[in-house]
């Protein structure tokens, strides 16, 4: 019984050896170091999932008007472990301002949030008339009900989720929304 290294090895299948070593050799060369943190950290930050991976847009709808402001509402659904922040949101449209009402001097008022939309980790945040809501102002358009709209929210890790909401009649709530506050929340059908 010969050992390998008795056999005699043919210069073809030689130089086959000696390419493969080479090639392993270059692709080791081509893999960077460990103190190269530039592409390695960028791609492991594009494996990570985003805020906007994670969060869910249910029961979406805006109010139909003829006003030059609306609102858009549902839930904002959290799927993940770890908060989501909700700091802008934009629509051909018009402008979108993300809105709370607030008691303020005993009176409800409206107003833009500082900081933005948390929807906790796991959990949800409701959007409704006379409580958080996307703002719409400056319509140039109608909102007819059965009309579709699309919004864009973009959350603090800079990841953003688009959605299609349905446009529909409502009556209840009669919020008068103003810029700077909320007046008069009874006689009002402006929003």
């Keep these: 019984m010969r050992s390998i290294l008795d056999k005699q090895i043919s210069p073809a ?30 791609t492991a930050a594009a494996g990570q999932a985003t805020a906007a991976d994670s969060v869910t847009v249910a029961d979406s709808w805006v109010r139909a008007t003829d006003k030059d402001m609306s609102a858009v509402f ?10 989501a922040v909700v700091v802008s949101a934009e629509s ?6 993300l809105h709370e009402v607030v008691e303020e001097d005993g009176e409800m008022v409206m107003q833009e949030v500082p900081g933005g939309f948390t929807i906790p980790a796991d959990g949800s945040r409701e959007l409704k008339p006379g409580g958080d809501h996307l ?5 140039t358009d109608p909102i007819v009900a059965g009309d579709e709209i699309t919004v864009a929210i973009e959350f603090e890790d800079g990841s953003e989720l688009e959605f299609t909401t349905v446009a529909k009649e409502f009556e209840g709530g009669d919020e ?10 009874d006689d009002s059908d402006d929003m």
């Design 13 to 42: 299948r030689g130089a086959v050896a000696v390419i493969a070593v080479l090639s392993a050799g270059l692709l080791a060369a081509c893999g960077g170091n460990d103190d190269d943190t530039g592409d390695d950290a960028e």
């Design 74 to 83: 549902g839930i904002l659904e959290n799927g993940s472990d770890t908060d």
């Design 92 to 97: 051909d449209l018009a402008t979108m301002e």
């Design 135 to 139: 703002m719409l102002l400056g319509l």
């Design 176 to 185: 008068d929304y103003e810029p700077g506050g909320m007046d008069d929340m």
